[in-house]
């Protein structure tokens, strides 16, 4: 996956160093707990959100269960609207197709709309290196550019810096990428957004080429959708003349009429509004209107592999809402980078094992990064099961013979849930190294935790009770 | 690339093994929306009050004089519009009108504003939706100048998102607008215009016979 993340420290180590930066912890506490309460208001609004919440689930499902034929059909409608369709079986190829594409335009920058299949796959330093230089025109996605960072939330990587710091970034490096920073930037995050709109606005009325990302791809119409705050996607997606969109195969929706529940769920779960301010939606090329030049690449990198997992199967329905992250008291304490990936928090945990493999320390550890406390689960618009695949995926790396799991929990109890707790979680996160754990997790005792009510504030409480008595039980 | 084509392929029909051959995809009970109930047009304006969208709503017959006041509290001299945006509407303006005839992005930059109407609007979630159909003219009109005014004719304003769905064409570019652009990048802080209009302002016309 991304370059930028290799070379990362295993989980435990990564996240040891994160609890340690105290401003980091500051700033993630915040966030997460303001997410949290507008998400839980947001949510609370739409009378059958369990409903539609199994309807997500239900249509993903299907999505995935004949994806074959929904990616052929996709690739007929895309190409009778004017497009072309490209189909990559790993990074490498993506990267090529995109990259001689860009070529074919005789053109060297290309403008970016937030993707994460694009960060996955490492594009801008693929690009980079066929001397073609690729703009971020995210405000955070331009903050970790300019910083030379990385990400650390689905929603908003840049997360980790406060104001002032964001202001050092664009005092110092704004000019060495285009427009520079007014010298009496002060850190007021009007005045902040203020100059980020300066500095890319040049560039979006110029800029000839755009490489987006999308939240849907529409089998049946070969639609394109892709939500967004700033403007800078639908700069992105309007003014160029070629438009390049990378698209994971497990982005597909079977029918135009089920963006009815996505469009419902996924503004809700994620920034936890009714709506998002922007969401452009589009079919091959419009004469008169937007690019003249519609390409979409097909990225496999790894996701047939997850498909073909039974259990984990269900980890492809994720929308990328990142309600997750922000119920996670794991990903509260470690942070995004500490997942080595650019899918950090429980999605993270089980989505990036998967696409990899668990052959590397780092990557064998994620599935431990977790106290598999089920507030996850019970937030996930699209209802993935994610402890069952955590401790799925644990069985997965004991089964492979190495014990990096071992390791990896004991540094990392004493991260996770402080001192007093060290001892009952090492224990609960050992049982699952021994395959002590239920395939399937809580039932019955748990029905509280396992039914699809959505709560806005951590529900750990009856899982961890659950577990406790389960492990008297036991006798341990 | 075609081989890349059969081999993805191959790999999803091998990963699906265990799904039979012969299983049709099952149908999905999908929850309606919001009900269809009168008080529409309070609940849209209610909405977009929220994003700070500053509904006003006006009868059919005050439509010119409210599109000619808007753009005067506006400041706003030279304004683009769709070259089938109705006559009528701008009746009153003393602002410059710009028709649209493919200007490019430095021209649409140039001008202070632009004036369209809508294709759909909802009223759960106060968003308009532009299908470059009559009056709304391509999308580039509504995104590079740094204010929007939007006829929404309360006709048009359907109750959920799900009766927008079916109302619209994917055929057509379409652009959902809830309210003006926003980050909340920086620390949480929702800042208000980013790279859209920065504001954005809505006339909802009463029509004859909507009781609205
Ligand atoms: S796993 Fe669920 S909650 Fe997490 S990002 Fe994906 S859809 Fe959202």
Not at chain 1, 419 to 440: I, K, M, N, T
Not at chain 2, 176 to 193: F, K, Q, Y
Request: charged residues 25%; glycine residues 8%.
């Amino acid at each position: 996956m991304s370059r930028t993340f290799l070379g990362m420290p295993p989980f435990p180590k990564a996240a040891e160093a994160a609890v340690a930066d105290a401003q980091l912890r500051h700033n993630l506490h915040r966030a997460t707990r303001t997410i949290r309460r507008t998400r839980g208001r947001a949510v609370a609004e739409v009378d059958d959100w369990e409903a539609l919440r199994a309807a997500g689930a239900a249509i993903k499902d299907r999505t995935l269960r004949h994806l074959d034929r929904y990616l052929e059909q996709l690739e007929e409608a895309v190409t009778a609207a004017g497009g072309h369709v490209h189909w990559a079986v790993d990074a490498a190829e993506a990267n090529a197709v995109v990259t001689e594409l860009v070529r074919a335009t005789g053109h060297r920058e290309v403008v970016k709309v937030k993707s994460m299949a694009t960060q996955e796959i490492g594009l801008n330093e693929a690009l980079a290196e066929a001397g073609i230089t690729a703009y971020e025109t995210d405000l955070a996605e331009l903050i970790v550019q300019l910083a030379e960072d990385r990400p650390s939330h689905i929603l908003v990587p840049a997360i980790h810096r406060n104001r002032a710091e964001i202001r050092e970034i664009f005092l110092r490096a704004m000019a060495d990428w285009g427009r520079p920073a007014p010298a009496d930037l002060t850190d007021d995050p009007r005045a902040l957004a203020e100059a980020a709109r300066r500095h890319l606005r040049e560039r979006f009325l110029t800029a000839k080429v755009a490489v987006s990302g999308a939240n849907f791809a529409v089998a049946e119409t070969g639609t394109l959708v892709v939500l967004e705050s700033e403007g800078n996607g639908r700069m992105c997606l309007t003014l160029p003349e070629t438009l390049i969109s990378v698209v994971g195969i497990e982005k597909l929706v079977p029918t135009w009429r089920d963006l009815e529940v996505f469009l419902r769920l996924l503004p809700r779960s994620s920034t936890g509004e009714r709506m998002n301010p922007y969401t452009s939606m589009w079919t091959g090329v419009a004469p008169g209107d937007g690019p003249r030049e519609f390409h979409l690449v097909l990225l496999d990198n790894g996701r047939t592999d997850v498909l073909a997992d039974a259990v984990g199967r269900q980890t492809l329905r994720c929308i990328r809402c990142s309600a997750c992250l922000n119920v996670c008291p794991v990903y509260e304490r470690a942070g995004g980078h500490a997942y080595g990936s650019v899918y950090p928090g429980p999605i993270g945990a089980i989505l990036t094992p998967q696409l990899r493999g668990t052959a590397s320390e780092a990557d064998a550890a994620l599935p431990y990064a977790s106290s598999l406390c089920g507030a996850c689960f019970e937030v996930c618009p699209v209802a993935i099961d994610i402890p069952e695949v955590l401790v799925h995926l644990r069985e997965r790396v004991v089964e492979q013979g190495g014990r990096p799991g071992e390791r990896a929990l004991l540094a990392a109890a004493s991260w996770t849930l402080g001192d007093e707790r060290r001892l009952a979680w090492a224990q609960r996160a050992a049982g699952a190294v021994r395959s002590l754990v239920p395939r399937r997790l809580p039932l019955g005792p748990a029905a509280a935790w396992t039914d699809t009510r959505d709560l806005p504030e951590i529900p750990a409480e009856p899982f961890r009770d659950w577990w406790a008595r389960r492990e008297k039980e036991d006798g341990r | 690339m075609n081989r890349s084509r059969e081999r993805i392929l191959a790999r999803v029909r091998a990963a699906l093994a265990d799904v039979p051959r012969d299983e049709e995809p099952a149908p999905v009970a999908v929850p309606p929306g919001r009900a269809a109930t009168d008080g529409l047009v309070d609940l849209f304006a209610d909405r977009l009050e929220h994003y700070r969208a500053r509904p006003v709503r006006v009868g059919a017959a005050d439509l010119p004089e409210a599109v000619a006041a808007a753009l005067r509290r506006r400041g706003a001299g030279r304004v683009v519009v769709p070259a089938d945006l109705p006559e009528e509407w701008t009746s009153r303006c003393e602002a410059e009108l710009v028709a649209d005839d493919g200007l490019d992005p430095a021209a649409l930059d140039a001008v202070d504003g632009v004036v369209t109407g809508c294709a759909v609007a909802v009223a759960a979630t106060g968003t308009i939706v532009l299908d470059g159909g009559a009056a709304q003219g391509r999308r580039a009109l509504t995104l590079v100048p740094d204010y929007h005014l939007c006829v929404v004719d309360a006709a048009r304003i359907v109750a959920d998102v799900p009766d927008a769905v079916a109302r619209l064409s994917p055929v057509r570019p379409l652009t959902w607008i809830s309210g003006p652009s926003a980050t909340s990048d920086i620390e949480l802080n929702r800042v208000e215009g980013v790279h859209g209009p920065r504001t954005l302002e809505v006339l909802i016309v009463s029509s004859p016979g909507t009781g609205a």
